[in-house]
């Protein structure tokens, strides 16, 4: 009875022993506020995270990783950190600038200690991008080919260009002609570049998903002619979805004043 009272009591000192072993080489943890894991936002809102970290050995580095849709990865904090606890405040602001649809996000929160041990906790957040408002930019001027004036444009940048430079967007396609008389009609350069004219179109509430939804489903041009004011055209550049308004369409004597005045949303 005696021997196996001693056996109890060697074994209960070893567990403990193991135990007390293991815990030295495992770290605390992470915590993170707030503690959600999973989170549903809009763009441009704003996540106050709070962290902290502790470990049994000194830590030496953090770092925090945003992935977004596992393609675009940011470096948002890589900082040496020194003791066995390190808090941190981060306030997140969630992209604007996300395309239409649903996008993941990962923010991998980790730290390193000096035997080389990873803690890492990550949080998700889901963003579903239904329509982003156009902003709008006025004033643009571009000039009949004629004239010795910028007779095309960067819609994209909202510079005027020359049309002998193929990076424009548009240009006027008017050619010589007895009157000198603006042609009222555009093309670009770029042979992807394609227009569609929708004057039905809602453009003072235009969004990037109902201009790529108007232009998806339009009839597709890649010369647009008997331009008038206030006609609309729709277009694609890359994967920007842009609406154009026409505002005047000047057409006097001579060519040097021909020009067209025009709103971009984009």
Known sequence: ??????????????????????????????????????????GGSIINFT??????????????????????????????????????WLDYTVPDSLGFGNHQIQLLFSTFDVKGNEMKRAKFITVN????????????????SLSNQFDAYDLLTGN???????????????????TDSLSKTWTSPIEAIKFVKFNGFDYPNATDITVKTAFDTGIKNDTIRNLKADDILLTKIDDRYIAIKLIFVIDPNG????????????
Do not use: W
């Open 129 to 144: 991008v239904a329509g982003r408002l156009l902003t709008e930019y006025g004033g643009n001027t571009m000039y009949s």
């Open 51 to 88: 962290f902290t970290a502790e470990s049994r050995a000194d830590l030496t580095r953090y770092r925090v990783i945003e992935t977004i849709d596992d393609r675009v990865v940011n470096t948002l904090r890589d900082q040496n950190i020194s003791g066995k606890f390190f808090s941190d």
């Open 255 to 266: 060519k040097d004043n021909d020009r067209y005045i025009f709103s971009i949303k984009r």
């Open 1 to 42: 009875m005696r021997c196996l009272k001693y056996l109890l009591i060697s074994l209960i000192i070893l567990f403990a022993i193991a135990c007390s072993n293991s815990d030295e080489d495992q770290p605390f943890g992470i915590r993170i506020s707030p503690d959600a894991n999973y989170f549903n936002k809009q």
């Open 160 to 178: 005027p260009k020359y049309s002998a430079d193929s990076t424009s967007h548009i240009q006027d396609f008017t050619f010589a002609n007895p």
